[in-house]
C-alpha cells in the first residue's frame, strides 16, 4: 500500500526539496522536486486508481525506502532533480534523463557549393566539423518531423541529392544522424532556413508557399505540402523559440546549447524571466549560475542523509 511505503511523512518540512524513492535493492528509482515536500509526498499516499495516477502508482510499488533534502529555493530545488537525474538515470525518470539524444540541426555549404542540412541525436562532437550547429532540442520526433518536412518542401526549390543521402522516415523513432544535399540552393534560403532554426524569424514558412505556388507539382500535392508546412510551424513554436526564449533570458547570443546544459538552462532562462516580471530584476545570468554552481555540486557529490525511512516488513 502506498500509504505503507511512505511512512512519517508528518516529520517532513514544509520546504522546497528533493526526494529520492529507492526499491529494496536499494536502486535509486525515482527523484522528483516539491515546493513543499510535506505535502508532495502525502500526494504519494493517496493515489486512486485513476489513470492519472497510474504512473504514481507504479513508483510506490517498487519503493522500499526513500529519502529527502531540503533546499533553499523551488529553483535550487528543480536544479538539483535535473542533476540527479541526468547523473542517476533512475527507471522512472525518462524525461531529462536521455539529455545526450537531445536532437540537433546542422548546416553545412560545401566548397562546390551545395548545403548539407543534418540531423543528430548523438554529441555535437560527432557532426562534421564547419557545420553550424542549432539547437539542442528538446523533442526528438518534433525536430526530426521538421528536418523530413524540411527536405521535402526546400527539395521543390533546389535540387534534393538522392543517391547519396536518405531522408529520415517521419514514423523512424531512432533515427540517430542523416544528412541531406542540396545543389541549386542560394545563400538567401541558407540565410531564412539559419534565421528559422535559430527561433529568429519565421519568414522562411511565408518564402517556401510564396514559391510553391508557381510549382505545379506542389499544387498537385497540396494536402501533403501543408502537413509539411503545419510539421515546420509547430517545430518553430514548440522548439525553435523556445530555445531563443532561453538565450535571450541568459543573454547568451546565438549560441548552440549543448545539450547536457539545455534542461538546466531553460530552468534558469524561466526563473529569470519570472524575477524580471514580478519584481523588475535585472541582473546577467552568471549571476544567478553562480550563486547555484557551487550548492549543486555540493549537493551531487555528497551522500543524501537528511532523512531515511524504510518500507515495513509485512
Not at 252 to 267: K, M, N, S, T, V
Request: with cysteine.
Amino acid at each position: 500500500m502506498p500509504a505503507r511505503a511512505l511512512k512519517d511523512i508528518e516529520q517532513l518540512s514544509n520546504n522546497p526539496g528533493v526526494y529520492f524513492f529507492y526499491d529494496a535493492a536499494d536502486n535509486l528509482i525515482y527523484v522528483g522536486k516539491a515546493k513543499n515536500l510535506r505535502r508532495r509526498l502525502a500526494q504519494y499516499r493517496k493515489t486512486s486508481r485513476i489513470r492519472k495516477h497510474r504512473r504514481m502508482r507504479g513508483i510506490i510499488r517498487d519503493t522500499f525506502r526513500y529519502e529527502t533534502r531540503n533546499c533553499p529555493s523551488e529553483l535550487d530545488a528543480l536544479l538539483l532533480e535535473n542533476e540527479w537525474i541526468q547523473k542517476a538515470k533512475p527507471k522512472w525518470n525518462i524525461v531529462g534523463a536521455f539529455y545526450f539524444m537531445y536532437p540537433i540541426i546542422s548546416v553545412r555549404r560545401e566548397k562546390n557549393g551545395d548545403l548539407i542540412l543534418g540531423y543528430s541525436t548523438e554529441e555535437a562532437s560527432t557532426i562534421q566539423s564547419g557545420s553550424r550547429l542549432f539547437g539542442s532540442y528538446r523533442s526528438r520526433s518534433n525536430t526530426r518531423r521538421a528536418f523530413f518536412s524540411m527536405n521535402r518542401l526546400i527539395g521543390y526549390i533546389g535540387h534534393r541529392e538522392k543517391k547519396k543521402s536518405k531522408t529520415p522516415s517521419s514514423r523512424s523513432e531512432f533515427v540517430k544522424n542523416r544528412e541531406q544535399r542540396f545543389r541549386q540552393l542560394s545563400v538567401e534560403w541558407e540565410k531564412w532556413i539559419t534565421l528559422f532554426f535559430n527561433g529568429e524569424s519565421s519568414l522562411l514558412l511565408e518564402k517556401i508557399v510564396t514559391q510553391l505556388l508557381d510549382r505545379p507539382k506542389a499544387r498537385r500535392r497540396a494536402s501533403e505540402v501543408q502537413t509539411y508546412i503545419d510539421e515546420l510551424a509547430l517545430f518553430y513554436s514548440t522548439e525553435a523559440k523556445r530555445l531563443k526564449f532561453i538565450r535571450d533570458q541568459l543573454d547568451l547570443g546565438l549560441g548552440f546549447i549543448p545539450q547536457r546544459e539545455r534542461d538546466r538552462f531553460y530552468l534558469l532562462a524561466k526563473h529569470i524571466a519570472k524575477s524580471r516580471l514580478t519584481d523588475g530584476t535585472h541582473f546577467h545570468s552568471n549571476q544567478i549560475s553562480q550563486s547555484f554552481s557551487q550548492s549543486l555540486h555540493l549537493a551531487i557529490d555528497s551522500k543524501v542523509t537528511e532523512t531515511k525511512f524504510v518500507k515495513p516488513n509485512g
